[in-house]
């Protein structure tokens, strides 16, 4: 059994949905929870304590070890307060689930500064101001474990949704670079990007009766995404710089490959004519690799051209 007695887990967004199944599975196994949620709308406003608190006591009557945050991950303050929560109760962190999130469907052209810069700042920001405390923190005990839940929306993109695409593809770039940079320190970094029947579902489709109709909303059940938050945040965990997908119960590494394209004779200028020519074999994707950082893409450019890095 994976356990995680002794260790210590933030869980942001983790009062409602897939975030509260997360931190009832880390106690569960052992794991001291700090349970971080405002309690707004899944639009992002208002607030609730008692969102967190319930699930604190939930854990503990079963017996487990939690605590409540209520701070915002939208800023500096409420990053350093939510890390601070686990460190001043119990210590240590050992791994952080970068969950928070809030959504809206809006076409792109009516999107206002406002509508971006809202979902920007609890997303992508959120996850930034969350993980870099955090980072510190595991970085001075030489281990630690960052799972952020991006989407599919950023990675393959969904209607309505540019300002959620964007911020949830953003966090794969965070994650990303906090891989390469903490492998030195024991610190890995995934991303999970989840489909789960929540209250996200519910509002947007609204309608009852099409939710019922649905057989896709039944098979895609939020309990069946935890088991692939909850190994990446282990210790039995090895992998990093990985991105993976769950849905229905299938879980899938998603990567981002880069084809071997057409590369100019050496001296030459390639023109905008030989682009159109060579378009074939430019968009080919296969074959391929997965570049684990942008050196690796130089690199191998140079090692083609036979010139020195």
Request: charged share 20%; with cysteine.
């Amino acid at each position: 059994m994976i356990d995680f007695t002794g260790q210590v887990v933030i869980v942001t967004g983790g009062g409602r949905g897939l975030g509260r199944l997360y931190a009832i599975e880390f106690a569960r196994r052992g794991a001291a929870v700090v349970v971080n949620d405002l309690g707004g709308s899944m639009h992002g406003d208002g607030a609730d304590t008692r969102v967190a608190d319930q699930v604190v006591d939930e854990i503990q009557r079963a017996g487990g070890t939690a605590v409540a945050s209520h701070d915002s991950v939208d800023s500096p303050e409420g990053g350093a307060a939510i890390v601070g929560a686990a460190v001043d109760r119990f210590g240590r962190l050992d791994a952080v689930v970068s969950n928070a999130g809030i959504f809206t469907s809006i076409p792109f052209e009516e999107l206002s500064h406002e509508d971006w810069r809202r979902m920007l700042s609890v997303h992508l920001d959120g996850g930034f101001y969350l993980s870099q405390p955090a980072y510190r923190v595991m970085k001075n005990q030489g281990y630690g474990r960052f799972v952020f839940i991006s989407s599919s929306a950023g990675m393959f993109g969904q209607p309505l949704e540019a300002h959620y695409a964007a911020a949830k593809a953003g966090l794969v770039g965070l994650t990303n670079v906090i891989a390469i940079e903490g492998a030195q320190h024991g610190i890995l970094a995934n991303a999970v990007l989840p489909f789960g029947f929540s209250r996200m579902v519910t509002e947007t489709v609204g309608d009852p009766k099409i939710l019922e109709e649905l057989g896709f909303l039944k098979a895609i059940q939020p309990e069946l995404v935890v088991p692939i938050v909850v190994f990446l945040a282990s210790r039995a965990c090895e992998l990093s710089h990985h991105n993976f997908s769950a849905c229905a119960g299938r879980f899938a590494r998603i990567f981002v490959g880069l084809g071997d394209g057409w590369l100019a004779e050496p001296g030459s200028s390639p023109t905008v004519e030989d682009v159109a020519a060579h378009l074939p074999k430019i968009c080919a994707t296969e074959p391929f690799t997965v570049p684990a950082s942008i050196f690796e893409e130089v690199f191998a450019v140079c090692e083609r051209l036979g010139i020195s890095a």
